[in-house]
């Protein structure tokens, strides 16, 4: 062995038995206090917190660790320990979705975003006062992707007009007042609606108009394409997830307005129709959302 591959040797042992002592260093969390290993850190703007404070952080917490301080962090956790002890007070009255629900607790004036693969309770899910909220909307997120065939010999090629299969996501959006939990968005349904339609079809020469028209049902002529967007539309599962966002963003409006009676004075304001925020009575249209009030 030469003296180059020794020095090589010697490097890579030196390596291991930093790499050792740095996952032996243990070191103190800035936020709780407790010893843990220096290689499992999370930075912060101001310090270092451990993955068992980063793992209670709520999922709607709109900052990153890195640009958050020390103390903002420590009083997002004293929020998140009271929000784990309120949960067991909660008791929703309305419920709302499938694989995502809203659930509104009408007495505590309170809502709870959760999925229906999970406790809420024992995932510490973020209890959200009806009367924080701006503004609640929802969207329908269209997505399509191009229909080929392929024939008899293998060969795979575009129809003429071209056609798209279309899918669709529903999709809530939240915002509130609170601190570091202003926006929350996500989707309602686990699958894209219509994704499971075919993006190729087998056909044979003689019989490609038969089976275009079969997959789609009926034929459909937008400016040089076939698409079966319609279909989707006015299947029973979209018309489910369509009734459900609708009805979320009604129940959570209304919930705030109620919350909000009894704190405003009704000579000088009104609550806006589009997302249910408080504005000036004369202001025609809302500075929140830019909605238009009668």
């Not at 809502?111 to 701006?134: C, H, Q």
């Not at 219509?194 to 190729?200: F, R, S, V």
């Not at 009104?270 to 809302?286: H, L, M, R, Y």
Request: proline share 4%.
């Amino acid at each position: 062995m030469g003296l180059y591959e020794l020095f090589e040797d010697l490097q890579k042992i030196d390596r291991k038995i930093t790499e050792q002592n740095e996952k032996d260093r243990r070191i103190p969390c800035n936020v709780c206090g407790d010893m843990f290993c220096y290689t499992d850190r999370i930075e912060l703007s101001d310090g270092i917190c451990c993955p068992n404070c980063s793992n209670k952080v709520s999922p709607w917490f709109d900052k990153e660790l890195q640009f958050t301080s020390v103390m903002d962090l420590k009083n997002h956790l004293t929020y998140r320990d009271k929000n784990f002890t309120e949960l067991f007070d909660f008791n929703p009255t309305i419920e709302i979705g499938n694989e995502l629900k809203i659930l509104i607790d009408e007495r505590m004036k309170k809502f709870v975003i959760a999925g229906d693969n999970y406790d809420y309770k024992e995932k510490n899910s973020d209890l959200i006062p009806l009367s924080s909220v701006t503004s609640c909307r929802h969207r329908i997120v269209e997505s399509k992707e191009e229909i080929f065939f392929r024939d008899s010999l293998g060969r795979t090629g575009r129809f003429t007009p071209r056609a798209f299969s279309y899918a669709y996501d529903f999709v809530i959006n939240i915002e509130t007042n609170l601190p570091f939990m202003r926006r929350m968005e996500f989707k309602i349904n686990e699958y894209m609606i219509g994704k499971d339609n075919p993006t190729l079809i087998q056909v044979s020469e003689e019989k490609f108009t038969n089976k275009i028209k079969d997959f789609f049902k009926m034929e459909r002529m937008y400016p040089g394409k076939i698409n079966n967007s319609e279909d989707v539309k006015n299947s029973p599962e979209y018309k489910t997830y369509e009734h459900y966002a609708e009805k979320m963003c009604e129940a959570i409006l209304q919930g705030k307005e109620n919350a909000n009676n009894r704190y405003y004075d009704k000579s000088k304001y009104i609550i806006c129709e589009w997302c249910g925020s408080k504005i000036d009575i004369n202001a025609s249209t809302c500075p929140h959302c830019g909605g238009v009030n009668k």
